[in-house]
């Protein structure tokens, strides 16, 4: 089972770009057939969970030792810097919205990279949670909503 969770790993580090790989779950990239034949199905949430931490490890570590050989590797920049957070907004939060940036209290800036939306919504000083996504970037998720957006760190 381990050589070929290696394998499968080894195959989407040599043949897939990385800024692709960033925006997907191994599940979703190998498809459900090949899920199942690889016999993931079995991690449970956790086991899955690490095992994207670990792919977007190695994404980073190839992105840094093919920079050091001169070539160019797309990955997302927040993979290596940032660990969770839980934190307040300093401003209104009135929803998503694409390139708009939210300040929160711990002197952090995010900015919103995609199409979510949460209209009607009107908070002062919302909890906030943002969560590495598999294989790079960022999700903000707005306290008692389930809607996320992706984001990226830019302060």
Do not use: C
């Not at 897939?16 to 034949?37: K, P, W």
């Not at 001169?70 to 300093?90: C, F, N, Y």
């Not at 960022?138 to 830019?154: F, G, Q, S």
């Amino acid at each position: 089972m381990r050589a070929v969770i290696i394998g499968i790993i080894t195959f989407g580090l040599t043949f897939a770009g990385a800024s692709h790989a960033q925006d997907s779950s191994i599940q979703t990239r190998m498809g459900e057939a090949e899920f199942q034949a690889a016999g993931l199905q079995k991690l449970d949430a956790t086991e899955l969970a690490r095992l994207d931490a670990w792919l977007v490890r190695q994404l980073a570590d190839a992105s840094t030792a093919s920079a050091t050989r001169g070539q160019s590797v797309s990955v997302a920049r927040g993979a290596m810097e940032a660990t969770e957070v839980d934190s307040t907004l300093v401003h209104s939060f009135t929803g998503f919205s694409k390139g708009r940036e939210y300040v929160l209290a711990n002197g952090q800036v995010w900015r919103q990279t995609d199409d979510a939306a949460l209209p009607g919504v009107a908070l002062e000083n919302a909890a906030v949670q943002i969560r590495a996504a598999r294989f790079g970037g960022w999700w903000m998720k707005v306290h008692n909503y389930n809607t996320r957006a992706r984001v990226e760190r830019i302060k």
